[in-house]
């Protein structure tokens, strides 16, 4: 589901809860608050409904012996859902409830009148579609919601409006659980789409559904419409609630996140410091709290540190004495102030903060979920990875990759976690294994629908680097081809990351004999920063050196032999002194 997500911590995912509506109700989605502005109208008690004889009363539900033409009775729906909230209730178990609700939405269809959209098939469905969920089955709850979102008709009233509402919604979460952070928000948006025009732009309902899809948005790291749909919060209730109430804290903290992301430490401040003051009137010590944390993050981002530190050391006073030493919130505390004396260059008190942390994280106290685990020791590797204790920070990474590798809706985080593990192996001189790490990153972001990010664009540039290690220069090219035409798109061609795989494939080309082709794009950049970068660059010389060689080269034997990818990338190789001049830094980018 979409969780307000942290540059320094992973949210936690909230479980899926298994709600069989009662019979006659329509299921509704996370935003519970959706409600028709008229009374719902509610079958009334049938004398003909078929009652369990008492010997099977006197036993757990069982599946009801029954044959296809028992389900044309009406009364049979209800019943069957009631059997699977009953068996959920007595611990059953999911897969007799989904037994008892599959056998419901076949009854709810057969009894519905022909040509009438049945809002209790939509409901029926949306059941299934959680029970599915709870069992881990997500994707055989997509076609089961996609198939109840058909079922009403917008048009046809608020119920219907409802129906279709909580249907989008309940798609978007799942698909937010399978890591398809695209697919989800384009649920959310038709969900918002029909809860505005049910009950207009301003009723409060509708603010908590664009700051759901702003949590959305922020984690596919699309800021600018996060922003904009939380500044639409904000006006909504500024209009309903009280000063300083708790849904404008909210709306305050998810904002200053999206501020922090986009570099507007300032702001980001200002929106904490008025949440903490909303969360301190309302007696919630714990949330002012993680709200100081936050603050403490924002200090150390503008090195104001003996600030930071003051924000850390209240957080951590708080949560000591309201929830233990051993509570997982102590230890993302010592994270943070570990974090704070590595870039003060106080490195012993550095790693005794990530020891106390990691003892913390060893033995957890019940109820710690193994996303919060995993997101402190992803912390605290980087942390050994900056004071150089490589082995120390891939232990910590396997560890955080065990944690969550079962866990849905983990994806993208397993793969950032994966590409750091490739960088590192790379830097280590273990190719094949950055190699792997790499691809199975690039696997998972591709699956996630996370293939136009700028993040995925980076992660192939790094992946192409260890293929040409690999002497893989085919598949090297592919990957720097594919990453210049994301990060084109996506960060323009001249943010660093881009002239950096422009670089690579320049290097790339040259190796395989194009040389018209590492000339065409050597030119390209030199005329980037020559009429928009500027010439300061120390990498201008560079570029500029390698292009006249190979402007010289091809002016004498346009079709030379192709370059030895040996001569290019093997630090051992016999190169002449002015060839390594001309490739410094083997010609190749690390992003």
């Known amino acids: 589901m979409p969780g307000l997500v942290s540059v320094k911590t992973p949210p936690d995912a909230s479980p899926l809860t298994i709600s069989v509506p009662e019979a006659g109700s329509v299921s509704?989605?996370?935003?519970?608050?959706?409600?028709?502005?008229?009374?719902?109208?509610?079958?009334?008690?049938?004398?003909?409904?078929?009652?369990?004889?008492?010997?099977?009363?006197?036993?757990?539900?069982?599946?009801?012996?029954?044959?296809?033409?028992?389900?044309?009775?009406?009364?049979?729906?209800?019943?069957?859902?009631?059997?699977?909230?009953?068996?959920?209730?007595?611990?059953?178990?999911?897969?007799?409830?989904?037994?008892?609700?599959?056998?419901?939405?076949?009854?709810?269809?057969?009894?519905?009148?022909?040509?009438?959209p049945s809002l209790d098939l939509a409901m029926s469905l949306h059941v299934v579609a959680a029970i599915y969920c709870s069992l881990g089955r997500f994707e055989e709850a997509i076609p089961v919601l996609e198939r109840a979102i058909g079922v009403p008709e917008v048009a046809r009233g608020a119920d219907h409006a409802l129906a279709a509402f909580s249907g989008y919604m309940q798609l978007g979460d799942t698909f937010s659980m399978l890591g398809q952070v695209e697919r989800s928000i384009q649920c959310y948006e038709e969900g918002l789409k029909i809860q505005i025009e049910a009950l207009g732009e301003t009723d409060p309902r509708v603010g908590e559904t664009c700051r759901y899809l702003a949590e959305a948005r922020v984690q596919a790291m699309q800021f600018d419409e996060a922003e904009s749909l939380c500044k639409k919060t904000l006006e909504i209730h500024s209009v309903h609630s009280e000063p300083a109430s708790l849904e404008e804290a909210a709306d305050r903290r998810l904002m200053a996140l999206i501020c922090e992301a986009k570099g507007d430490y300032e702001s980001a401040l200002e929106h904490l410091v008025l949440a903490s003051m909303a969360m301190i009137a309302n007696g919630l010590d714990n949330e002012a709290a993680a709200i100081d944390v936050s603050i403490g993050n924002i200090y150390l981002s503008l090195c104001r540190y003996d600030e930071a530190i003051f924000s850390y050391q209240k957080a951590l006073t708080v949560f000591k004495s309201s929830r233990g030493d051993n509570h997982p919130s102590v230890a993302s505390v010592f994270v943070r102030l570990a974090d704070l004396y590595y870039k003060t260059g106080k490195l012993r008190e550095s790693s005794s903060y990530c020891e106390n942390a990691l003892r913390i994280y060893a033995k957890p106290v019940p109820g710690t979920t193994a996303e919060e685990i995993a997101g402190g020791i992803t912390e605290i590797s980087a942390i050994y990875e900056s004071i150089n204790e490589p082995e120390e920070a891939l232990k910590l990474l396997q560890k955080a990759l065990k944690l969550l590798e079962d866990k849905p809706g983990q994806q993208s985080t397993i793969a950032g976690i994966e590409a750091r593990m490739g960088v590192m192996f790379y830097m280590a001189g273990r190719y094949g294994e950055a190699r792997s790490s790499f691809e199975s990153a690039v696997a998972k972001l591709r699956a996630s629908g996370e293939r136009k990010s700028p993040f995925f664009g980076v992660v192939l540039n790094q992946m192409g680097l260890a293929c040409v290690q690999l002497f893989k220069i085919d598949e090297a090219v592919e990957l720097f081809e594919e990453a210049r035409g994301i990060l084109e798109k996506e960060c323009g061609p001249c943010h660093p990351d881009t002239i950096g795989v422009y670089t690579n494939l320049a290097a790339t080309y040259d190796a395989m004999g194009r040389v018209e082709d590492a000339i065409e794009i050597l030119e390209y950049v030199l005329k980037l920063r020559e009429e928009q970068l500027g010439t300061a660059n120390p990498d201008f010389d560079d570029e500029k050196r390698r292009l006249a060689e190979l402007l010289k080269e091809a002016g004498k034997a346009r079709n030379r032999k192709a370059k030895s990818l040996q001569n290019l990338i093997d630090p051992n190789s016999k190169r002449t002194k002015k060839e390594t001049k001309r490739w410094s830094g083997l010609g190749f980018r690390i992003g």
């Open 28 to 116: 509704e989605s996370r935003n519970s608050k959706f409600t028709s502005p008229t009374p719902k109208k509610t079958p009334s008690p049938s004398t003909s409904r078929s009652r369990p004889s008492p010997d099977r009363k006197k036993k757990s539900p069982e599946s009801p012996v029954m044959d296809e033409s028992s389900l044309d009775n009406p009364d049979l729906g209800p019943f069957l859902l009631k059997l699977a909230r009953d068996a959920i209730a007595s611990g059953d178990g999911p897969n007799k409830a989904l037994e008892y609700a599959l056998r419901a939405s076949k009854s709810f269809e057969r009894c519905a009148a022909e040509g009438e």
